[in-house]
Every structure is written in C-alpha cells, then in structure tokens.
C-alpha cells in the first residue's frame, strides 16, 4: 500500500518561501503515476495547487503558477514544493497525494504551515 | 475554470436515514473526470467514488455515485455513524486540473 508523508517547517514569515517534501513509501515515484499538492486552509475547502511527473512534466494551478515549483528527488523517493513570497493566506494543511486516473486516490496526513512573523 | 457548487452547505440527518448529496458544476463534465472524497476532522480526503459512480477500494456498497453532464449525486443508503463527515465533488480536466466543490457538511441530528 502506497504511503505518503509530508514534512517541513512549521512555520514561515511574510514574504518567505514555505518548503515541503512528500516521502513516498510502500511504491516507487517513478510508477507511472503524476503526484501532486493540495492545500487546506483551516476550515475551509481543497485547492489544488500543482503536480509533477518523475520524467520532469509539471502542471500548476494558475492562480498560484508564478510562485511554484514541485519537483522530485529520484534517489530518496520524495518530491517537493516550494511556494515564495508566502503571505497569510497561504496559511493551510498541505496534503501530498498521488493521482490515479483523474483522481487523487492516496493522501498524507497532511501538515499545517502557520504564515507569520 | 469549472466551478462546482455542492447542496445542501450542511445536512442534519439521523443514523439509518437516507442521504443526497449534490454536485452542479458551471460546465458539462465528462463523468469519467468526477469523484467525491470524505473527509473527518483532523484527517486527509478519502476517495470514495470515481468516474462519478465506481466505488474506491474498501468503500461499503452504502455509497453511490450518479449523475451525468452538470448534475452529480452522492447518495448514501442508510447512514451509518462513522459517515457524518464533509463530503467533496471533484472534477478533473478544465483548468487548473483538479477543482472542488465547496463542500457538504453532514452532520447528526
């Protein structure tokens, strides 16, 4: 069974870049499968913020494209994001997740990242 | 963008009642690219439907997805206490790839 986890820190100042890493156990991140991120804010709904291919392609949600970057580490089964100049409303749970055929079938935990100073 | 509105925003039901859950998106979707997930508090979305009428791996037959065009309805047969959770439709496809209703809060009466 395909596990996720999500790590980084906790916390990140105004016009910072907030990082993450999505360890990838029980499969291979370079399956076949696109796995992505989705974001949270608390109590609120899903936003998907963008996705990665082991063979380089990558796809972003356009509302958040110009401050991305998803990419993946072959060698330690993980991939990451990175998102700059974060401000408050990036505050969220971020979820890694791999996609299935049009879905996102397996999920982390999720970890909350707190944008402040 | 494809927006997809989910009724009701809250629905009070009691154990063994029957649920309808509904999904309208701003465009006509393709119903091999709509799903619905489950979520709990403190927990991540579990896929439940995909296809908008395959259940997920593991998922109990009480659950069932329909729907066509821009009209998707989960329905759950008899509810069962571990299901008063958020319910989310997602559709693939439409730039940015993957959205989401808004959500459905089902809650016990």
């Known amino acids: 069974q395909v596990q996720l986890q999500e790590s980084g820190p906790g916390l990140v100042k105004p016009s910072g870049t907030l990082s993450l890493t999505c360890a990838v156990s029980?499969?291979?991140?370079?399956?076949?499968?696109?796995w992505s991120w989705v974001r949270q804010p608390p109590g609120k709904g899903l936003e998907w913020i963008g996705e990665m291919h082991h063979g380089g392609g990558t796809n972003y949600n356009p509302s958040l494209k110009s401050r991305i970057t998803i990419s993946v580490d072959k060698s330690k089964n993980q991939f990451s994001l990175q998102l700059s100049s974060v401000t408050a409303a990036d505050t969220a749970v971020y979820y890694c997740?791999?996609?299935?055929?049009?879905?996102?079938?397996?999920w982390g935990q999720g970890t909350l990242v707190t944008v402040s100073s | 963008e494809i927006v997809l509105t989910q009724s009701p925003g809250t629905l009070s039901l009691s154990p063994g009642e029957r649920a309808t859950l509904s999904c309208r998106a701003s465009?006509?979707?393709?119903?091999?690219?709509l799903a619905w997930y489950q979520q709990k508090p403190g927990q991540a979305p579990r896929l439940l439907i995909y296809g908008a009428s395959s259940r997920a791996t593991g998922i109990p037959d009480r659950f069932s997805g329909s729907g066509s065009g821009t009209d998707f309805t989960l329905t759950i047969s008899r509810l069962e206490p571990e299901d008063f959770a958020v319910y989310y439709c997602?559709?693939?496809?439409?730039?940015?790839?993957?959205?989401f209703g808004q959500g459905t809060n089902l809650e016990i009466k």
């Open positions: 997740a791999r996609n299935g055929r049009h879905v996102l079938d397996y």
């Open positions: 029980g499969g291979s991140i370079t399956s076949g499968n696109w």
């Open positions: 997602q559709q693939y496809g439409s730039s940015p790839l993957y959205t």
């Open positions: 465009q006509s979707v393709s119903s091999s690219d």
